[in-house]
């Protein structure tokens, strides 16, 4: 019967430590996946002035929309929290959405090797952003989801585990060309 | 894998059952036959695990990557973003300089893994698609299955060791009146199973091999939310129809797609599954497609089999 006992107690007790340190190493690897992003982020504020200085001599009839760009991307920079900085993202995505668009229109700029090699580079970094913000969001839903299944939900209550927040992508966002998010899994 | 290990066990019990007197008061109190036979697999493969990697990428005439090349700075960009996808660190890069497309991954753990692929592929694929087979091979690094695959060679190692045993200790005259003693019926058919096991147990690793194909095309559809993309790879490579003249037997199950391309992988037939290192690509397509919810419809293509 004692036997018993410290069998139960010794099974609670494994049950307690991995539960605890799961959820612990999800949240220290959450923190890093939304570092990661910022990363991404900070490369492609880095990227976004070369490209407009490149691009300028020839898009004579679009400073505007150049302009608005880099108004864009000041703004995204200065943004704070989840749910403004998504939206400076949206602005600064569709701006430049659109130059890439009105970049169809210059034969000569499709063809000099500067401008394609940072379109390779933008385009690169926009996917990183996207898989990255990805990655974030599955971990917090693997997060949040530990902390309301249950029995893990009573240890989650206990330890003061808190939900995370997920990183929604706005409808404008999707629209940008590039992997189709709409798929079903 | 459990099947496997199971199966392993098994040949090694009746090998010890038969010859050293296991399992009865007797006999020895371990079945010294299995341990004995599996250790010595392990070593041999042990050795292989460490430098294994890069003994394969050798022999397939790997290079590293050249930056100044734009393509090989696009997979180097694909690779970027499928290892933060996969949440996975960076695996070592490397092209073959071969016109037939295919990929690899390699390597025994997430921080030594190594990715690799011909610049067949890089040329016959577009970026979307190249993502879809970078992803897969991703997956085969965070699946842990070139871990996985190793393991399973030592285990083959180990039997066929045991079924060498068994074989030869059945011509000496020792074991002839030894076995006599034995009750016929058992005795019969776990000689024939010890006889046939490098056989089944081929079989079984080829099971274990093309399960994590069909599951590495579903966690790169995970990583890249796109199963069209590597659904279009897989179709392109198909249709391109180009055996792969480096790869041999022992490494063809590292591939993306089997690069021996035997006719009987293309169809989507009973003896192409137990046969074959790699599932039919077109079946792969087909599941491929379902993920996307694309009408199966599509996947009938008009297929073109040049060999």
Redesign the interface.
């Known amino acids: 019967m004692i036997f018993i006992i410290w069998a139960i107690i010794f099974v609670l007790g494994i049950w307690i430590i991995s539960t605890y340190n799961a959820l612990t190493a999800l949240r220290l ?1 959450i923190q890093n ?1 939304w570092r ?1 992003i910022d990363v ?1 982020l900070k490369r492609r504020y880095d990227l976004i002035p070369n490209l407009v200085e490149t691009v300028k001599g020839y898009m004579q009839h679009e400073q505007d929309t150049l302009q608005k760009v880099i108004e864009a991307r000041s703004q995204a920079m200065v943004s704070k929290g989840a749910k403004e900085a998504a939206e400076a993202e949206n602005i600064l995505n569709r701006s430049l959405g659109k130059i890439f668009a009105l970049m169809e229109n210059y034969p000569d700029l499709k063809a000099n090797k500067n401008v ?2 940072l379109q ?2 933008l ?2 970094t926009e ?2 952003i996207t ?2 913000r ?2 974030y969001n ?2 917090v839903t693997q997060y949040n989801t530990k902390q309301q299944v249950f029995p893990s939900n009573m240890l989650a209550g206990f330890f003061g585990f808190k939900p995370s927040e997920l990183f929604e992508v706005a409808e404008a966002e999707k629209a940008v060309p590039r ?3 709409s ?3 | 894998m459990a099947l496997f290990i199971l199966f392993f066990l098994f040949i090694g019990a009746a090998i010890d059952y038969l010859y050293f007197d296991a399992f009865t008061p007797a006999g020895p109190v371990f079945p010294i036959a299995t341990i004995f036979s599996l250790g010595f697999a392990a070593l041999s493969t042990l050795t292989a695990y460490y430098g294994g990697s890069d003994i394969i990428l050798s022999s397939l005439g790997a290079e590293k990557l050249n930056l100044q090349i ?1 393509e090989h ?2 997979l180097h ?2 690779v ?3 290892a ?4 996975s660190a960076m695996p070592r890069l490397y092209v073959i300089f071969d016109p037939a497309p295919n990929a690899l991954a390699t390597g025994t753990n997430e921080k030594n893994a190594a990715v690799c692929v011909t610049t067949g592929l890089l040329t016959l694929l577009d ?2 698609e190249t ?1 879809g087979v970078v992803a897969h091979e991703i997956s085969h690094i965070r699946n842990e299955d070139i871990l996985l695959m190793t393991l399973v060679s030592i285990l083959l190692g180990g039997i066929a060791i045991l079924a060498d045993w068994g074989r030869r200790g059945f011509y000496s005259a020792r074991t002839g009146r030894h076995l006599s003693k034995k009750n016929p019926v058992v005795f019969i058919p776990l000689l024939l199973l010890i006889a046939l096991s490098p056989l089944i147990g081929r079989l079984l690793a080829m099971a274990v091999s093309r399960q994590r194909e069909y599951l590495a095309d579903a966690t790169a ?9 590597l659904a279009q790879a897989l179709e392109k490579i198909r249709d391109a129809s180009m055996p792969f003249h480096k790869a041999t037997r022992g490494t063809a199950h590292l591939f993306f797609v089997n690069p021996l391309r035997r006719r009987i992988d293309e169809s989507d037939s009973k003896l192409s599954d137990l046969l074959a290192s790699h599932p039919p690509i077109a079946r792969r397509i087909g599941l491929l497609y379902q ?3 694309m009408p199966q419809k599509l996947v009938q293509a008009p297929r073109a089999l040049a060999q």
């Not at chain 2, 933060?84 to 949440?87: I, K, P, T």
């Not at chain 2, 559809?221 to 993309?229: F, H, I, M, W």
């Open positions: 690897r996946a990661q991404q394609l090699d390779e580079e385009t690169t996917n990183q898989f990255a990805q990655y599955d971990l992997v189709n998010l798929l079903t899994r | 734009p700075r696009e960009n694909v970027t973003e499928m933060l996808a996969s949440g970026r979307e993502q559809a995970q990583y890249t939310r796109n199963p069209g993309g993920m996307a919810g």
